[in-house]
């Protein structure tokens, strides 16, 4: 029992889990939306999107949260003008903004005289360094993504399946889209400094994705997305402090390794279902 309570004995672990357990419950709650809209290619890319704003934020000294807002708008309207000012996809335009908003923030961060200190940080967060104005700033985004998601539940469950048939039951998927695409850019900007830029997808992404092979209903996806994405946190973090590896890395792994757990043990149930019932005929 040791072996799982030595990891956050201290302070600073304490911080680093309640941060990291806040992180997760942000990103898998309104990662459901973006599973169940098959938009994980965009979180990705938006999550790469903001690198410049905070980029710019931490070199220049103004909030990385004001600059990981302004680049999320950016993000947001590059994709907007692409897709609609040319033939080109939506996934050709979130392509060309990913790349481009990364390499943007990266050669911001080159500036910097810090610059491998200051890009492992934006890239890869320093979970142990959260402080406790920072866990206030967590939770208060957190707490806006979550009333965001239970407000718009009905729109954003519509829209997930259809936009025409949110169209035809009096919604407005347009808005609702806008609105979905908010509380990502809140979700990002509200978790990277716990588990960085990059690694947020992890959390984004796993939990929900697990949840999604095995819950039936939307209400049962949120339950098991937030319950992965802690267990997923609190796993990593006891296995960074005895493994001596990036916390951050780790929760994002354990993350990802629960998924394809899920999937292997799902597909071989399904496997034995045939034989199990021959058997029974027999």
């Given at each position: 029992m040791d072996w799982w309570i030595e990891p956050f004995l201290l302070g600073f672990q304490q911080r680093a889990l309640v941060g990291g357990l806040v992180a997760a419950a942000t990103c898998?709650?309104?990662?459901?939306?973006?599973?169940?809209?098959?938009?994980?290619?965009f979180g990705d890319a938006f999550v790469h999107?903001?690198?410049?704003?905070?980029?710019?934020?931490?070199?220049?000294?103004?909030?990385?949260?004001?600059?990981?807002?302004?680049?999320?708008?950016?993000?947001?309207?590059?994709?907007?003008l692409i897709h609609r000012q040319t033939s080109l996809k939506e996934d050709t335009a979130i392509g060309l903004l990913f790349v481009g908003m990364m390499a943007l923030g990266v050669a911001v961060i080159s500036k910097s005289r810090s610059y491998t200190g200051s890009l492992t940080s934006?890239?890869?967060?320093d979970i142990f360094g959260v402080d406790e104005p920072t866990l206030v700033s967590m939770a208060v985004l957190g707490t806006a993504v979550v009333v965001g998601s239970l407000a718009l539940y009905r729109p954003l469950l519509a829209l997930a399946f259809s936009s025409?048939?949110?169209?035809?039951?009096?919604?407005n998927p347009r808005f609702t889209h806008a609105a979905l695409l908010v509380l990502i850019a809140t979700a990002v900007i509200g978790s990277f400094q716990a588990v960085g830029t990059l690694l947020v997808f992890g959390l984004l992404v796993g939990p929900p994705a697990t949840a999604a092979l095995l819950a039936r209903t939307v209400?049962?996806?949120?339950?098991?997305?937030?319950?992965?994405?802690?267990?997923?946190v609190w796993i990593g973090l006891t296995l960074?402090?005895?493994?001596?590896?990036?916390?951050?890395?780790?929760m994002a792994l354990v993350s990802i390794a629960v998924f394809f757990?899920?999937?292997?043990?799902?597909?071989?149930r399904a496997a034995m279902k045939p034989s199990t019932a021959t058997a029974a005929h027999a």
């Open positions: 898998s709650i309104v990662g459901v939306w973006l599973v169940l809209r098959g938009m994980s290619f999107g903001v690198l410049p704003g905070i980029a710019a934020g931490v070199i220049v000294g103004f909030s990385p949260y004001l600059g990981a807002a302004v680049a999320a708008l950016v993000m947001v309207g590059g994709i907007e934006i890239l890869f967060g025409a048939k949110a169209q035809t039951l009096g919604m209400p049962r996806m949120f339950a098991l997305s937030v319950a992965l994405a802690a267990i997923a960074s402090y005895h493994w001596g590896t990036a916390g951050s890395a780790a757990l899920t999937l292997a043990a799902t597909r071989i």
